[in-house]
């Protein structure tokens, strides 16, 4: 009953592939997100998706490319890797508004990290 | 901009009470979050306070909000082994979806 699933959780690669990271969630919300952890806990977001409409790009590389094919879905495609890309990334989901109530409660994925070689 | 910080390492006795601060600089913050993250793992959410509160309490947890200070503490009380983790604290606010998070603490909790 995983909540926000993504996968893989390790990914290992050469410098210059491209890969894919996948996250779904299961909450019925609309709004999703990416975040990177750099290796010092560092936690910032990257870009988050509300109905599969971009809302937040916070100057991520164009190699960073998240694709949102449904509500439920935010997978994130990175394209020409670099050293500086290796990370861990998160997924995370939330519903923006719910009742008239505004929480923002995001519930985060397990994580992917990522290793660029 | 946004700026959220925490102090980096806290080390408790098993059985003491732990307090973790957070200090942010967003005073149009609406909501401030308590995240923790267990080695190799992803990011529980542990409580969350809104901004017109002073304090809520959840079993061994107590959030304390200073809105004035831009202070904000957890505090666990009862620590115990499985309580060693990085704590992250985070904020959010009407304007954006998008959660600032603190650089983390990383609380050691020792028999």
């Known amino acids: 009953d995983t909540a926000v699933s993504q996968t893989p959780k390790y990914l290992v690669t050469q410098m210059g592939n491209d890969k894919s990271i996948k996250c779904e969630q299961n909450l019925g919300h609309d709004t999703m997100y990416w975040y990177k952890q750099d290796s010092k806990k560092f936690l910032k977001i990257m870009f988050s998706y509300n109905n599969k409409e971009l809302i937040i790009n916070e100057t991520v590389p164009n190699r960073f490319s998240p694709k949102s094919p449904d509500k439920a879905h935010l997978n994130l495609h990175i394209n020409s890797l670099e050293l500086g890309d290796s990370a861990v990334y998160f997924c995370a989901s939330s519903q923006v508004a719910s009742g008239g109530e505004y929480t923002d409660t995001q519930y985060f994925g397990p994580g992917t990290r990522l290793t660029v070689l | 901009g946004e700026d959220v910080e925490q102090s980096l390492f806290l080390s408790v006795r098993e059985g003491d009470s732990s307090v973790i601060n957070c200090t942010y600089t967003?005073?149009?913050?609406?909501?401030l979050y308590w995240y923790k993250q267990e080695p190799g793992a992803g990011l529980q959410l542990l409580t969350y306070?809104?901004?017109?509160?002073d304090m809520k309490q959840d079993q061994r947890l107590t959030v304390l909000l200073n809105k004035k200070d831009k202070h904000l503490s957890l505090r666990i009380a009862d620590t115990q082994t499985g309580d060693s983790a990085i704590y992250f604290c985070?904020?959010?606010?009407?304007?954006?979806?998008?959660?600032?998070f603190g650089t983390g603490t990383r609380l050691q909790v020792f028999p």
């Open positions: 306070i809104f901004s017109n509160m």
């Open positions: 967003d005073s149009s913050s609406t909501y």
């Open positions: 985070a904020e959010s606010s009407y304007n954006t979806d998008k959660l600032i």
